[in-house]
T-cell receptor, first 113, second 113 residues
Framework: KQEVTQIPAALSVPEGENLVLNCSFT??????LQWFRQDPGKGLTSLLL?????REQTSGRLNASLDKSSGRSTLYIAASQPGDSATYLC????????????FGKGTKLTVNP | NAGVMQNPRHLVRRRGQEARLRCSPM?????VYWYRQLPEEGLKFMVY????????ESGMPKERFSAEFPKEGPSILRIQQVVRGDSAAYFC???????????FGPGTRLLVL
């Protein structure tokens, strides 16, 4: 059974700091891994999607890496801003069957001005 | 191209009533996924449907919950005889094909009094 863990559960940093969010998964049989952002009371915004054959993806100040063999991914946020404050969710798409997404519980990020 | 639409956005029900949640996928998308997010928990897969077919309902509670995606109209998640533990945010996602990116709606927040 696929399980996704995100560490830390919460993180508070001053504005301008670079930071790393971690995600680990137990079964390497995945199609892809996706990072989402969720603002309080809102839906999910997809940030980056890494296919299982890829090592990393970049979008603006965000960079996500994937090490499938070790079951790990990191989301790197450069020069953090208060507007980055949100909960960041990691999800893997499992192989075989419905290709459902399995989510971690998220990391709640607060960037202080 | 409108995104995934869900309605209502907020729904209040008393114990024992029925809740009907609607999801209109993005145009051209025929695959729909429902996920539930309990307070302080990650999103959990519930059910995966294609037009007129349930593909995977392994995450659905065995009783009181049902889902459909008719040939015409939105997908419906139906909860009969709601209990307080059903209070959660219910998210719908859609994709164009089986392993393509899932796009999420804004969610329906159900509160059972």
């Amino acid at each position: 059974k696929q399980e996704v863990t995100q560490i830390p559960a919460a993180l508070s940093v001053p504005e301008g700091e670079n930071l790393v969010l971690n995600c680990s998964f137990t079964d390497s049989a995945i199609y892809n891994l996706q990072w989402f952002r969720q603002d309080p009371g809102k839906g999910l915004t997809s940030l980056l999607l890494i296919q299982s054959s890829q090592r990393e993806q970049t979008s603006g100040r965000l960079n996500a890496s994937l090490d499938k063999s070790s079951g790990r991914s990191t989301l790197y946020i450069a020069a953090s801003q208060p507007g980055d404050s949100a909960t960041y969710l990691c999800a893997v798409r499992v192989q075989g069957g419905s290709e459902k997404l399995v989510f971690g519980k998220g990391t709640k990020l607060t960037v202080n001005p | 191209n409108a995104g995934v639409m869900q309605n209502p956005r907020h729904l209040v029900r008393r114990r024992g009533q029925e809740a009907r949640l609607r999801c209109s996928p993005m145009k051209g998308h025929s695959h729909v996924y429902w996920y539930r997010q309990l307070p302080e928990e990650g999103l959990k897969f519930m059910v995966y449907l294609q037009k007129e077919n349930i593909i995977d309902e392994s995450g659905m509670p065995k009783e009181r919950f049902s889902a459909e995606f008719p040939k015409e109209g939105p997908s419906i998640l139906r909860i009969q005889q709601v209990v307080r533990g059903d209070s959660a945010a219910y998210f719908c996602a859609s994709s164009r094909a089986r392993v393509e990116t899932q796009y999420f709606g804004p969610g329906t927040r159900l509160l059972v009094l």
